[in-house]
């Protein structure tokens, strides 16, 4: 399994962004998918999972400001994140749903003025 994640940088505070992932290794029409995030000196914690079928859910950190989405034909889970926050701040990662090693190299989210 291999998760490839792209999109980040850094952004001013209210600003936007979009993260993609694209998962190889994995029969992807029968994968729920997630993201995370891992902020600097804090564990990594759970952002949003989108189900085979199309079900999100989100934290409720995130919840009205961030949606993800899924492309079954390209094998691909993407995050838009508007109105950021300095505490969005982290390094996001997909995967699969229950998680599976390694995980991918993450995207850096800076949000910073």
Known sequence: VEFVESGG??????GSLKLSC???????SYADMAWHRQAPGKQREWVATI???FTRSYAD???GRFRTSR???YSTVSLEMNNLKPEDTAVY???TVPTRTPWGQG???TVSS
């Open 22 to 28: 694209v998962a190889n290794g994995i029969i992807f």
């Open 93 to 95: 990662y997909c995967n």
């Open 107 to 109: 995207s850096q989210v």
């Open 9 to 14: 940088g850094l952004v001013q505070p209210g």
């Open 71 to 73: 492309d079954f034909a």
């Open 51 to 53: 189900s085979k079928n």
């Open 61 to 63: 950190s995130v919840k």
